[in-house]
Every structure is written in structure tokens, then in C-alpha cells.
């Protein structure tokens, strides 16, 4: 009976240690690809804002006035935008000399300012965004940046950016629609509470804490949103190459000396990809749940046998 309680004993926690295993998997990818869709989402309607916006400004290009009064009228079209901006080819508009780039941007929740920020000292026309848009001639969202001014307005963003051209074909403006990474860092933290406290989708805890996060990492491996004392930033050459290719994988690596498993896939819309981050520890607390349920069963069992046979024994001695 010893033997085949230790039999069974192995079988079973054999099969949970699988069905953990796989329930571990669903549980995070899932939980990715939910995260993968919401930021594609958000960033859609970023794009479908913009170009609302980039058509006003194409429309009434006549004068600067009209150029401001465009980009005035569509600023409240999506409150993930901090600003909107028409960066003109040099001495476009004569009055305005060289640089001309009105920036239309929040100030707080409810109002916007309009700023010139067009100078010798920000010198667009030198920036990547606006040297990729003349090569590329097409929309595209620039790579993550910092931009410093000395103003409320100084920050990391990722930029919208939509070349603008005359009927004859030549570049007339750039125009662009910077997001800061606030928005993102707020619907990261979201998703993560979301998982969990969803009642039925942690229905069976199994000891565990649900210490995982989610990030959002660029196609070099670059963490670019994560939560507060949080990073990810991915070295292995296997697993870049992915982010590149917009693939979706899994890896076990140490984050901050922290045996965990990543789970990440690609972001539609922009070369980023969404990654969640789990502790190996809390992955396998279910396991030593399970294991200790199982040995308990076990030498119950054992216990139960024993009783039944010395009582035997007891019966025929009689």
C-alpha cells in the first residue's frame, strides 16, 4: 500500500504540476494580449485624432493665424494627446522668418496654450522626426525622446508625425501629435489591478500573490513604460531579434537578481511590445500548495491502511 500511495502520489502531482503549469500560461498571455489590445486601441484613436487635426491644418494654411486657429479648433479631441503642432519649412511664412512651429498643448486637464517653440535654439528642421518624415513622406510614430525646454512642457514623448505638401507636391509643414508616456504608465498600472482583482479569473489562488507587472518595451529591448521602481530591459539577442520581427514568445530570465518569466508580444499600430513580468516564486507557490494537499492525502491514507490492518491483525489474533 506504501508503494502505491507513493505511486499515485507522483502521478498526481505530476499532472497538476502540468495542468499549473499550462493554467500559469493561459493566465499571462492572456492577460498580455488584453494589454496588447487596449494600448493598440488608445494609440488608434491617438492616430484618428491626429490626422482629424493634420486635415484642419492642411485646409487653411493661407496664413499663421489660420495655421493656430486649425490647430485651436481640434485640440480637445483626445485628452491622451498633450499637444499638437505644425512644424513649416523654413521661411515658409515671411512674417514669421525662419522657424515657425505653433504649439497647441494642455496646460491642465481643461486648457490649452498656444506657443511658438520654433527657434534657433530648437532648431526642428534638425530633429529626427522632421528629417524621417521628409525621407519617408508618409506618416509614422518616432521613436520614445526627451524634450527640454526649462517649461512645464519638458518631458519623455513619443510623437504622431504626418508630413503636409502643396498640390504641387513640395513639403509644407510637419506636422505632429506628442503623447507622454503618463497615460501608458496609468493604463499599465490598470490592466495589472484589473488582473487582479478579477473574482473569476482568480477564483483559485493556490497560495499565490499575483506579484506580476506589465510593461511596454521598444523594438531594441528598451524598457520605455513600467511601473514605479520597475524595469525590464532586455539584452538577450534571441529575444530583441523578436521585438523586431513582432513576434510573441516566453522567457525565464532574472529581472533585478529576480528568477522570473516574461511573456511578451508585439503592439499593433507601433513597433513596441507589451511584456509581462512574473517571479518564478509565485508561479510555483501552487505547486508546494498542491504537493503538500497530495503528501497530506498520502499519509492519511497510509495512516487509515495501518489502522485497518493492525485492527485486522487484532481480529484474527482473537
Same mark, same amino acid.
Given at each position: 500500500?506504501?508503494?502505491? @500511495?507513493?505511486?499515485?502520489?507522483?502521478?498526481?502531482?505530476?499532472?497538476? =504540476?502540468?495542468?499549473?503549469?499550462?493554467?500559469?500560461?493561459?493566465?499571462?498571455?492572456?492577460?498580455?494580449?488584453?494589454?496588447?489590445?487596449?494600448?493598440?486601441?488608445? +494609440?488608434?484613436?491617438?492616430? @484618428?485624432?491626429?490626422?482629424?487635426?493634420?486635415?484642419?491644418?492642411?485646409?487653411? @494654411?493661407?496664413?499663421?493665424?489660420?495655421?493656430?486657429?486649425?490647430?485651436?479648433?481640434?485640440?480637445?479631441?483626445?485628452?491622451?494627446?498633450?499637444?499638437?503642432?505644425?512644424?513649416?519649412?523654413?521661411? /515658409?511664412?515671411?512674417?514669421?522668418?525662419? &522657424?515657425?512651429?505653433? =504649439?497647441?498643448?494642455?496646460?491642465?486637464?481643461?486648457?490649452?496654450?498656444?506657443?511658438?517653440?520654433?527657434?534657433?535654439?530648437?532648431?526642428?528642421?534638425?530633429? %529626427?522626426?522632421?528629417?524621417?518624415?521628409?525621407?519617408?513622406?508618409?506618416?509614422?510614430?518616432?521613436?520614445?525622446?526627451?524634450?527640454?525646454?526649462?517649461?512645464?512642457?519638458?518631458?519623455?514623448?513619443?510623437?504622431?508625425?504626418?508630413?503636409?505638401?502643396?498640390?504641387?507636391?513640395?513639403?509644407?509643414?510637419?506636422?505632429?501629435? %506628442?503623447?507622454?508616456?503618463?497615460?501608458?504608465?496609468?493604463?499599465?498600472?490598470? #490592466?495589472?489591478?484589473?488582473?487582479?482583482?478579477?473574482?473569476?479569473?482568480?477564483?483559485?489562488?493556490?497560495?499565490?500573490?499575483?506579484?506580476?507587472?506589465?510593461?511596454?518595451?521598444?523594438?531594441?529591448?528598451?524598457?520605455?513604460? /513600467?511601473?514605479?521602481?520597475?524595469?525590464?530591459?532586455?539584452?538577450?539577442?534571441?529575444? +530583441?531579434?523578436?521585438?523586431?520581427?513582432?513576434?510573441?514568445?516566453?522567457?525565464?530570465?532574472?529581472? %533585478?537578481?529576480?528568477?522570473?518569466?516574461?511573456?511578451?508580444?508585439?503592439?499593433? /499600430?507601433?513597433? &513596441?511590445?507589451?511584456?509581462?513580468?512574473?517571479?518564478?516564486? %509565485?508561479?510555483?507557490?501552487?505547486?508546494?500548495?498542491?504537493?503538500?494537499?497530495?503528501?497530506?492525502?498520502?499519509?492519511?491514507?497510509?495512516?487509515?491502511? &495501518?489502522? #485497518?490492518?493492525?485492527?485486522?491483525?487484532?481480529?484474527?489474533?482473537?
Amino acid at each position: 500500500m506504501l508503494v502505491v @500511495m507513493i505511486v499515485v502520489l507522483a502521478l498526481s502531482f505530476r499532472i497538476c =504540476y502540468h495542468a499549473v503549469r499550462a493554467e500559469s500560461h493561459v493566465r499571462y498571455v492572456g492577460m498580455m494580449n488584453v494589454a496588447s489590445e487596449k494600448i493598440a486601441k488608445t +494609440i488608434r484613436g491617438m492616430e @484618428m485624432n491626429a490626422k482629424n487635426v493634420f486635415d484642419e491644418v492642411e485646409k487653411h @494654411m493661407s496664413s499663421p493665424e489660420t495655421v493656430v486657429a486649425a490647430l485651436e479648433s481640434k485640440t480637445s479631441l483626445n485628452p491622451d494627446v498633450r499637444g499638437y503642432f505644425a512644424a513649416f519649412e523654413p521661411n /515658409y511664412f515671411e512674417q514669421k522668418g525662419r &522657424w515657425f512651429e505653433p =504649439y497647441v498643448h494642455h496646460v491642465d486637464s481643461s486648457e490649452f496654450v498656444v506657443r511658438q517653440v520654433g527657434s534657433a535654439r530648437h532648431d526642428y528642421t534638425k530633429s %529626427d522626426w522632421y528629417v524621417r518624415a521628409k525621407e519617408l513622406g508618409k506618416s509614422f510614430w518616432s521613436e520614445p525622446y526627451y524634450y527640454y525646454d526649462g517649461t512645464s512642457i519638458s518631458g519623455h514623448y513619443c510623437t504622431f508625425v504626418k508630413p503636409i505638401y502643396d498640390v504641387a507636391g513640395h513639403l509644407v509643414c510637419v506636422c505632429g501629435a %506628442d503623447m507622454t508616456f503618463e497615460w501608458l504608465t496609468k493604463e499599465l498600472q490598470q #490592466i495589472d489591478d484589473d488582473g487582479r482583482e478579477d473574482d473569476m479569473l482568480n477564483m483559485y489562488r493556490m497560495n499565490r500573490k499575483f506579484d506580476f507587472y506589465t510593461v511596454v518595451l521598444n523594438k531594441d529591448g528598451g524598457c520605455i513604460a /513600467y511601473p514605479v521602481e520597475k524595469s525590464v530591459p532586455i539584452k538577450d539577442k534571441d529575444i +530583441i531579434r523578436d521585438l523586431k520581427e513582432k513576434k510573441s514568445g516566453m522567457v525565464d530570465i532574472e529581472i %533585478d537578481g529576480v528568477p522570473s518569466t516574461v511573456y511578451y508580444g508585439p503592439i499593433e /499600430y507601433i513597433d &513596441w511590445s507589451v511584456a509581462v513580468v512574473v517571479p518564478r516564486e %509565485d508561479t510555483q507557490k501552487p505547486l508546494l500548495w498542491l504537493g503538500l494537499v497530495l503528501l497530506s492525502v498520502a499519509v492519511a491514507g497510509i495512516v487509515v491502511v &495501518w489502522l #485497518i490492518c493492525r485492527r485486522m491483525r487484532y481480529v484474527e489474533a482473537v
